[in-house]
């Protein structure tokens, strides 16, 4: 019989094995078939040349086409970029707006925005934020809009005037959650310590996006993260504290795994590679000297950590087993743009407090830690797939078809090339498929890239012949529950 693709000559990663290069993955009509040492045949076929052949990456933390990002990515350049790197399938989110009560309509107004240009080059599910929680809204359209669109996970905020909640409301949302089998994830900072610090540097007029980092201190995640925690121990809840960078936050993660609680962390690139520096008007890195505003490129929430050694902290922590997943949180606007970054320099004068947070990184997220992670020795290629595809897929409730390779899953694949096959290169951002105007991490050697990314059986990105070579294919991706918290005890009856 003959396959409609046949994927032969690599060498297999699960997040527990390399299987021999001497086997065959047989695809038809979109999933994996047969895996098998004998010989097989398709319509086409790909010899992976000895490279790994990995688990399409899964990016559980990527913002596309949000009301606050006016000069960001849409659905079409997000995803293609996202193939681009190696990723297949995203999770965006669906942003309860202002006074907005009807959930329904809200994540219909995204699955607009996802069809607007076509589609998506990926498969995509959403994350609901909300914003503005009311007891009507919680009894009434959460659950509708859950069950309806099959959305498994909601994010909330400790911080940001707009969005952030208070204890009470956490309490709220952690036990409503849990009632639908709703994984809570928490972006963790404490925001009266960062008014006050803000406060103080505006009056001294301190305003260049430098003191951004300067505004959120390690103190802040700490203190958000432990608190969150210990909401989410009343509730007996599980819960992913989003993008951490600081060790002491870790640390109080680590502890509560340690004491078997359902809790989960989730870290970036940008906490790996990235220190405070690159905030700084004169820093080395940048590519116009000259430019004082331009470290508002780097402005992202929890803020660039001060030190080298803040990076190995927390790449410590994602060796070490507290990061569950490794997430891109592609936040991306355009730098040179009215409502992009340049929004925070009026007159000539910096106020980075008017910048819009965030940096853009969901095609270089797998290469980034394929070659400083995997190529370096640091984690193996197992480890590297459990944090980049299988972890997501099993905590987003995906894991029936996503996040590993096996007979009856999804055919998403990330190819690798052999050590030594690809020419080592310096990153520019016109390699970049995203619609942005820079790359954090312009300049950076890359030894080696996806080289084929393949969605359900379709090759989607072919980096040797044509790039982005797939259709806007990507499915709305219905989500079960989390399957890596495990059984929850009674729920407390004065709960219920
Ligand atoms: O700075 C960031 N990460 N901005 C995006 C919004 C968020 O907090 O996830
Ligand atoms: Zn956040
Ligand atoms: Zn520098
Ligand atoms: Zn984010």
Redesign the pocket.
């Known amino acids: 019989m003959s396959y409609d693709l046949v994927i032969y000559n690599g060498r297999i990663v699960t997040a527990s094995d390399i299987l021999p290069s001497s086997i065959y993955i047989g695809i038809n009509n979109g999933i994996i078939e047969t895996l098998t040492t004998s010989k097989l045949s398709g319509k086409r076929e790909i010899d992976a040349e000895g490279g790994y052949i990995m688990p399409g990456g899964v990016d559980s933390?990527v913002h596309i086409d949000q009301d606050n990002a006016p000069a960001g990515d849409n659905f079409e350049s997000g995803s293609r970029s996202a193939v681009a790197g190696g990723t297949t399938t995203i999770i965006p989110f669906a942003i309860q707006p202002k006074k907005e009560y009807d959930l329904l309509k809200v994540v219909e107004e995204y699955h607009q925005r996802a069809n607007k240009h076509g589609g998506s080059y990926c498969d995509y599910g959403f994350h609901l934020i909300i914003s503005e929680p009311t007891p009507e809204m919680l009894e009434k359209t959460f659950p509708a809009v859950c069950n309806k669109e099959a959305i498994t996970s909601v994010?909330v905020?400790t911080?940001?005037p707009r969005y952030k909640l208070s204890d009470e409301q956490l309490l709220q949302i952690f036990l409503t959650n849990r009632k639908n089998n709703v994984t809570t994830?928490v972006?963790a900072e404490n925001s009266d310590i960062i008014d006050f610090i803000n406060n103080k540097l505006m009056s001294k007029k301190m305003t260049d996006p430098f003191f951004h980092t300067v505004s959120r201190p390690q103190l802040a995640e700490d203190e958000a993260s432990y608190r969150a925690i210990s909401l989410a121990k009343v509730i007996d809840v599980p819960m992913l504290i989003?993008?951490m960078s600081c060790e002491s936050a870790l640390d109080h993660v680590k502890k509560a795994q340690t004491d078997l609680l359902p809790i989960f962390a989730e870290t970036c690139p940008q906490y790996l590679f990235l220190t405070g520096d690159y905030l700084k008007h004169d820093c080395c890195h940048h590519s116009s000297q000259g430019d004082e505003f331009q470290g508002a490129k780097y402005i992202c929430?929890?803020p660039l950590r001060a030190t080298q050694q803040d990076l190995e902290a927390v790449w410590k922590n994602l060796i070490n087993g507290t990061v569950t997943v490794f997430s891109s949180?592609h936040?991306p606007s355009n730098y040179d743009h009215p409502l992009g970054k340049k929004k925070g320099l009026v007159n000539g004068i910096p106020h980075f407090k008017d910048v819009p947070?965030g940096l853009p990184g969901i095609e270089t997220r797998l290469p980034l830690l394929f070659c400083y992670g995997v190529e370096k020795g640091r984690i193996t290629p197992q480890k590297f797939v459990e944090l980049t595809a299988t972890n997501p897929a099993k905590l987003y409730g995906l894991s029936e078809t996503k996040g590993t390779i096996g007979v009856g899953l999804d055919a998403d694949f990330t190819i690798w090339y052999p050590e030594g096959k690809m020419e080592r290169f310096s990153l520019t951002n016109d390699m970049l498929h995203h619609s942005i105007d820079y790359t954090p991490y312009e300049g950076m050697e890359f030894t080696n890239w996806p080289r084929y990314t393949i969605l359900r059986g379709n090759v989607c990105f072919d980096r040797d012949n044509g790039g982005v070579v797939g259709d806007k294919v990507g499915n709305y991706l219905r989500r079960k529950g989390s399957v890596l918290a495990g059984s929850r005890a009674k729920l407390n009856p004065i709960f219920q």
Request: without cysteine.
């Open positions: 933390h994010k905020y911080t940001y994830m972006h989003v993008h929430s929890p949180d936040a947070n």
